[in-house]
């Protein structure tokens, strides 16, 4: 692991503990025990955020790359920066946090599912592949998962020293998530040669897909009467992705780096939209809070 991987690591790891501070082992265990919204965030992420993808890759004539590349972000579940904004925008971060450890145990049989069905479908090729277990799953057991539950523990053990940590988390917190972005960005050695009519190119489609996420997982929500905190949680882990994940799958496992340059430019502004989203969103509905 890279410098660049080490710091990203420990700066989510942070991230992580001042969300979990936030939490209690009730409210996760409420998830379990009434599992309405988990139930349709899943099915949500792992069948109609994909099938979205390959709708835009079949009624557009674009690229190859762009329509594989759209498959195999859609298909990447959330990650930190999805519960991050959760969190900060007052949503159900506990349905966050749950999704983020159950995703990353099914993708680990999802993802290489899907991605060789676009793969199949748009280029003509197949290509089998497993997601390496520790990139998955381990790192983030380690760096999130834990992270999470050494939060909540606090929160148990010593509410007073939890609500004195909450009381300064969020601007530290913000402070924080802008170093990830910055050290991601230094790190993205891999897709750094996207040139100017690439993002032209792939930009229209990449904010297609992130409107249409957006909307999706606010229209499921509602359908389902889940209420306003786990609309904004849903919308946002529809649209906010694991482009890091993305990277691997495109560089590493496919070595072919031009899918994850979709990654690369929805990576640009997707943390804005949800950011602006929400905002917004919060302000209509602030007669339901």
Same mark, same amino acid.
């Given at each position: 692991?890279?410098?660049?991987?080490?710091?990203? *690591?420990?700066?989510?790891?942070? $991230?992580?503990?001042?969300?979990?501070?936030?939490?209690?082992?009730?409210?996760?265990?409420?998830?379990?025990?009434? /599992?309405?919204?988990?139930?349709?965030?899943?099915?949500?992420?792992?069948?109609?955020?994909?099938?979205?993808?390959?709708? $835009?890759?079949?009624?557009?004539?674009? /690229?190859?790359?762009?329509?594989?590349?759209?498959?195999?972000?859609?298909? *990447?579940?959330?990650?930190?920066? *999805?519960?991050?904004?959760?969190?900060?925008?007052?949503?159900?971060?506990?349905?966050?946090?749950? &999704?983020?450890?159950? %995703? *990353?145990?099914?993708?680990?049989?999802?993802?290489?599912?899907?991605?060789?069905?676009?793969?199949?479908?748009?280029?003509?090729?197949?290509?089998?592949?497993?997601?390496?277990?520790?990139?998955?799953?381990?790192?983030?057991?380690?760096?999130?998962? $834990?992270?999470?539950?050494?939060?909540?523990?606090?929160?148990?053990?010593?509410?007073?020293?939890?609500?004195?940590?909450?009381?300064?988390?969020?601007?530290?917190?913000?402070?924080? &998530?802008? &170093?990830?972005?910055?050290?991601?960005?230094?790190?993205?050695?891999?897709?750094?040669?996207?040139?100017?009519?690439? $993002?032209?190119?792939?930009?229209?489609?990449?904010?297609?897909?992130?409107?249409?996420? &957006?909307?999706?997982?606010?229209?499921?929500?509602?359908?389902?009467?889940?209420?306003?905190?786990?609309?904004?949680?849903?919308?946002?882990?529809?649209?906010?992705?694991?482009?890091?994940?993305?990277?691997?799958?495109?560089?590493?496992?496919?070595?072919?780096? %031009?899918?994850?340059?979709?990654?690369?430019?929805?990576?640009?502004?997707?943390?804005?939209?949800?950011?602006?989203?929400?905002?917004?969103?919060?302000?209509? %509905?602030?007669?339901?809070?």
């Amino acid at each position: 692991m890279e410098l660049v991987d080490v710091l990203v *690591s420990v700066v989510l790891a942070l $991230i992580m503990f001042g969300i979990g501070v936030s939490l209690t082992f009730h409210e996760i265990e409420l998830l379990f025990t009434h /599992p309405k919204a988990l139930i349709v965030s899943l099915f949500s992420q792992m069948i109609i955020l994909p099938v979205i993808a390959f709708s $835009i890759g079949f009624i557009f004539d674009i /690229p190859n790359y762009i329509k594989v590349g759209l498959v195999i972000l859609a298909a *990447s579940p959330g990650g930190t920066t *999805s519960g991050f904004i959760t969190y900060l925008f007052k949503g159900n971060t506990a349905l966050a946090i749950v &999704l983020i450890a159950v %995703n *990353s145990i099914l993708a680990l049989f999802t993802i290489p599912f899907i991605v060789n069905i676009s793969l199949h479908q748009f280029e003509g090729v197949d290509r089998q592949f497993l997601l390496p277990f520790w990139n998955t799953f381990g790192e983030i057991f380690i760096f999130t998962i $834990i992270p999470i539950i050494i939060g909540v523990l606090v929160r148990q053990f010593n509410t007073k020293l939890a609500e004195n940590i909450s009381k300064y988390v969020k601007p530290v917190l913000i402070v924080l &998530l802008g &170093l990830v972005f910055v050290l991601k960005f230094v790190g993205l050695d891999g897709v750094s040669g996207i040139k100017n009519t690439e $993002i032209i190119e792939i930009l229209p489609y990449a904010l297609l897909i992130n409107i249409l996420l &957006l909307f999706t997982g606010l229209f499921i929500a509602k359908f389902f009467k889940l209420g306003l905190k786990n609309e904004i949680t849903i919308s946002i882990e529809s649209a906010v992705h694991n482009t890091t994940l993305a990277f691997l799958i495109s560089g590493m496992l496919l070595h072919n780096e %031009n899918y994850g340059k979709v990654a690369l430019v929805y990576a640009m502004f997707s943390f804005w939209t949800a950011i602006i989203f929400c905002y917004l969103y919060k302000r209509m %509905n602030k007669s339901s809070e």
